[in-house]
């Protein structure tokens, strides 16, 4: 009874790992900003690595109206309420970090760098939910406004 145990414990502890450790990854090439973003958005949803993480693609160009962001509700779609909280939130803690690197790139001139922004939210079930983004900038080679970027989003 107790091998069982530990067998279905084990069980439990390696889905938890492998729920808790996918990230969603948007990776996004921008030029050309104006004070009112960009003209054209081009995302690309590439579907899920081997270890569960959401991919998408960005490609901006022209200035415009529309501004360098993915344009979905949510990140990813939650089986259950929670879920679906958890990437309501996610998806608006995105937008707070790339709007923090749009003023490091056009308000400061910071053309390459890395960050991790922390965000901590309380849920509708009282639990504490801390986000991360990772974000990841340079100007691309042999460009004078391109600017290759990778957010990489994930929860605990």
């Known amino acids: 009874m107790k091998k069982i145990n530990l067998f279905f414990l084990t069980c439990l502890f390696l889905i938890m790992a492998n729920v808790l ?3 969603t990854i948007v990776n996004s090439s921008r030029n050309n900003g104006g004070i009112f973003g960009y003209s054209n958005v081009k995302q690309t949803y590439l579907g899920k690595d081997e270890s569960g993480n959401t991919l998408w693609n960005l490609t901006c160009s022209q200035p415009g109206t ?3 962001k993915i344009h979905l509700s949510n990140l990813w779609t939650g089986n259950t309420p929670r879920e679906t909280e958890i990437s309501g939130i996610e998806t608006a803690n995105y937008h707070t970090a ?4 749009d003023n490091q790139i056009d308000t400061n001139n910071v053309n390459s760098g890395s960050v991790t ?3 901590q939210t309380t849920l509708s079930d009282n639990t504490v939910l801390n986000t991360y983004v990772k974000i990841v900038w340079a100007l691309k080679a042999g460009t004078a406004d391109v600017h290759e970027v ?3 989003i994930w929860s605990v």
């Open 21 to 23: 450790s996918a990230r």
């Open 66 to 68: 529309t501004s360098c």
């Open 98 to 101: 790339s709007a923090w690197l």
């Open 117 to 119: 922004k922390h965000y």
């Open 150 to 152: 990778q957010f990489e």
